[in-house]
């Protein structure tokens, strides 16, 4: 046998073998995300007008709609659809749409990995940032809270972002025209998920200028990538055909005018820039918190992450590494070109969430440069014991800043969902889906529900699992509950309701319901001249 081939063959046995290490590795990552994930998936945060988008879901699962775009014109019907297909698998369930991002947020870990190993430099190098950038992507209070969590499309933004910018660099690096060409396609099932995808393009552009020579002999690939992009946002474009471009329109509806805040143009760009790039740091640094909060900047989870971050540009603006910063530069600009309303972090870092892996990205190559400069100086082992320390510190403090988050919301009824949940248990297991439930109006108030969304997540839930309701002022609507002993209503009351609601009703509490002092109740109405059951 020849040497040289016992040789090689040795190679590649190594290789495989390094190669199913680091898949178990990134593995393992993505499991313990999912296990990070898991608790409290529906208590904490509350729902938000997330439930608009699952019910688009809900109603394409029932054969009720095929539409081309989501919940707004600017948002594709891609993720309407993967509800669609959850539902399909999982049943008829409220928590189907969060169970469908926290699986996207904990499979954004293997792009965010791809992408590190990519930029992190060769050999050991690359595979080292390419872990502890999923490390940090991993154990994020930010994306665990709102990526992970919100149902919304737009969390399903970073990852393909991320993929593309893998695939974009992998493209360069190797001069890969199939890399090109599925960027392209990553890229387009980014905007897919919304708008807000397009942020990064104007620094995509310029780094594909910067490459233009290497690039010279691909523009059939080029043309493959624009060509996959566009098939795959084919369904929003048809719907603009139709509609006479309402996507541009609603977008610069809402730009001018956001919930009431302006919110686009160049008067007051740099004021929310300095805003975003306060948000940003906050965010990357698992500052997840529903006020804003200035001097949070200061916190040592914040300033070592931010700091990290910064460093981790600037290695790479050394190596003549453009792509994450322009991408990163791109998408700052242009998100606080376009959109006011980016704190707090709980909910809105989601406008600006595809930039959260470029940060943690930047955080690893900073950490693996300075890996490298203690081992030039005290060994392999000392740098090793370093940045192993330091990653377990950062994903330690945004663990922290995570629980200290869910502590303080499950403590706090009126910003958790527990009570919601348990008053429609009590009701779907106390009767039957075609007997009707009736909601009481004043679960808008905020003493019910701090988002004043009471209402419409108890309709919510009750749609998903198939019960009929009405909605009922039951100060002064009668209930149909008929005077025999065993006629009676299901109802659900706001707290405050009670009171004049056991005025005109006998009301027995539904086993399970959350009890005494609980801002939403369950109970069962019976005509106060009925005799008792």
Known sequence: MPRGDAGERRRLKGHRRGALLTA??????????????????????????????????????????????GVDTYIGAMFSYLLAGAFA???????????????????????????????????????????????????????????????????????????????????????????????????????????????????????????????????????????????????VLAFNVIHGGATLNEILFRSSDYGGAPSAGLGGWADRLAVLLRAYGLALGGRVSEYVEPSALLTLPVLAYAGLAVGGLVVLARRREWLLPLALLSGLLVISLLNARLEPVMARSRHYAQLLPIGFVTIAVALTALGGWLARRAGPAVAVASIASAAVLLVTLSQVELYAYLADRLDRPEKNNRALIEAVDAVIHDGQLDDRVYLDDQLTSGDTNSNRRGLRDVQFMLTVLGQEYDDVNVAQQPLPVGRSAGASRRVVLSEESVGAAAARYRLVPLPGEPGDGARIRAFRAYSLDAASP
């Open 24 to 69: 178990a590795v990134v593995g393992a990552i993505v499991v313990g995300a999912v296990i990070d994930r898991l608790p409290d998936l529906m208590l904490v945060p509350r729902l938000t007008d997330e439930t608009q988008e699952v019910l688009i879901g809900l109603q394409i699962a029932r054969g009720q709609a095929l539409p081309l775009v």
């Open 89 to 235: 698998v999982l049943g008829p369930r409220p928590e189907t749409g969060r169970l469908l991002v926290l699986g996207f947020g904990a499979l954004g870990v293997v792009p965010t990995f791809l992408l590190g190993r990519s930029v992190g430099g060769p050999g050991g190098r690359g595979q080292v940032a390419g872990i502890l950038a999923a490390l940090l992507l991993a154990g994020s209070a930010t994306d665990i809270l709102v990526t992970s969590r919100l149902a919304y499309s737009n969390s399903l933004t970073p990852i393909f972002t991320t993929t593309g910018l893998w695939l974009l660099d992998r493209a360069v690096r190797r001069s890969s025209g199939p890399s090109l060409a599925l960027s392209g396609l990553a890229f387009g099932l980014a905007l897919q998920t919304h708008a807000a995808a397009l942020a990064v393009w104007p620094g995509l552009a310029v780094y594909l200028l910067l490459h233009r020579r290497l690039l010279a002999g691909r523009w059939r690939w080029l043309l493959a990538a624009a060509g996959l992009g566009v098939l795959a946002v084919a369904n």
